[in-house]
């Protein structure tokens, strides 16, 4: 499995996934690796994450970008995105099947995508956050709380919903991410291995951060755990 992040600040974005992936039934004990890429630069202003049957996630966006070329809106790309996932799923899976009462169970192999990025192509832009995922036949969907996470998300939003804030900087929203992925990772072993992020800004665009900056963040992170659990052990 994996989580997923898209964060929405003051002054930028944030994506972010964790690294593992697993093998066999997920109620019982997996076979892991921690060597999964699910972060992708499409354009200057924009990126993706994925979740799920990773091989075939990654073949589609390979494709994807092949397609995008000159389109530098968000909004443009996830719908071009939607339109051509779902096109390339159905021939080789064929049609999501409905029914009127409810969805029929889709046999399909699940992939899932966030993606985000800004309306633009320099200074200025509108921030944009979509998800876009198999079982809803890859309908572009925009997120309206300025957060979206894909995944394992159950720990990561009841963290979100007690510190998340829109008016977070993107320096804030670093720590904050990195810190949503390593408390799953203490709850759920399907979450692990290195993080992986990206800052996406009005000026500067999609950069990629290094291992070493990241390790920084979880290392101030952890120090600040430990002078909260300290805070607990204050007399009243």
Same mark, same amino acid.
């Given at each position: &499995?994996? =989580?997923?992040?898209?964060?929405?600040?003051?002054?930028?974005?944030? =994506?972010?996934?964790?690294?593992?992936?697993?093998?066999?039934?997920? @109620?019982?004990?997996?076979?892991? *690796?921690?060597?999964?890429?699910?972060?992708?630069? !499409?354009?200057?202003?924009?990126?993706?994450?994925?979740?799920?049957?990773?091989? =075939?996630?990654?073949? +589609?966006?390979?494709?994807? &970008?092949?397609?995008?070329?000159?389109?530098?809106?968000?909004?443009?790309?996830a719908? =071009?995105?939607?339109?051509?996932m779902?096109?390339?799923y159905?021939?080789?899976?064929?049609?999501?099947?409905?029914?009127?009462?409810?969805?029929?169970?889709?046999?399909?192999?699940?992939?899932?995508?966030?993606?985000?990025?800004? *309306?633009?192509?320099?200074?200025?832009?509108?921030?944009?956050?979509?998800?876009?995922?198999?079982?809803?036949?890859?309908?572009?969907?925009?997120?309206?709380?300025?957060? &979206?996470?894909?995944?394992?998300?159950?720990?990561?939003?009841? !963290? +979100?919903?007690?510190?998340?804030?829109?008016?977070?900087?993107?320096? *804030?929203?670093?720590? !904050?991410?990195?810190?949503?992925?390593?408390?799953?990772?203490?709850?759920?072993?399907?979450?692990?291995?290195?993080? @992986? &992020?990206?800052?996406?800004?009005?000026?500067?665009?999609?950069?990629?951060?290094?291992?070493?900056?990241?390790?920084?963040?979880?290392?101030?992170?952890?120090?600040?755990?430990?002078?909260?659990?300290?805070?607990?052990?204050?007399?009243?």
């Amino acid at each position: &499995m994996t =989580l997923n992040i898209a964060l929405e600040g003051s002054d930028g974005l944030i =994506l972010a996934t964790d690294s593992r992936g697993t093998i066999g039934d997920p @109620r019982g004990l997996t076979a892991v *690796n921690d060597i999964q890429k699910k972060l992708f630069k !499409l354009t200057d202003y924009s990126g993706i994450t994925i979740a799920g049957s990773s091989e =075939l996630a990654a073949t +589609l966006i390979d494709k994807l &970008m092949k397609q995008i070329q000159n389109t530098h809106s968000t909004d443009d790309i996830a719908n =071009l995105a939607s339109n051509f996932m779902k096109q390339e799923y159905q021939s080789w899976f064929g049609v999501r099947q409905w029914v009127t009462t409810a969805p029929v169970i889709d046999n399909r192999p699940f992939i899932n995508f966030i993606l985000a990025g800004y *309306n633009k192509t320099t200074g200025g832009g509108q921030p944009r956050i979509y998800l876009i995922n198999s079982q809803m036949d890859f309908v572009s969907q925009l997120c309206p709380s300025g957060y &979206m996470l894909a995944g394992i998300p159950q720990y990561a939003t009841y !963290l +979100l919903h007690r510190f998340y804030d829109r008016r977070m900087t993107i320096k *804030n929203l670093t720590s !904050l991410a990195a810190y949503l992925i390593t408390e799953t990772a203490t709850q759920d072993p399907k979450v692990g291995g290195p993080i @992986r &992020m990206a800052q996406i800004t009005p000026g500067e665009g999609f950069k990629e951060l290094e291992e070493a900056v990241i390790t920084d963040v979880v290392k101030r992170n952890e120090e600040q755990n430990q002078k909260l659990r300290q805070f607990f052990f204050k007399e009243a």
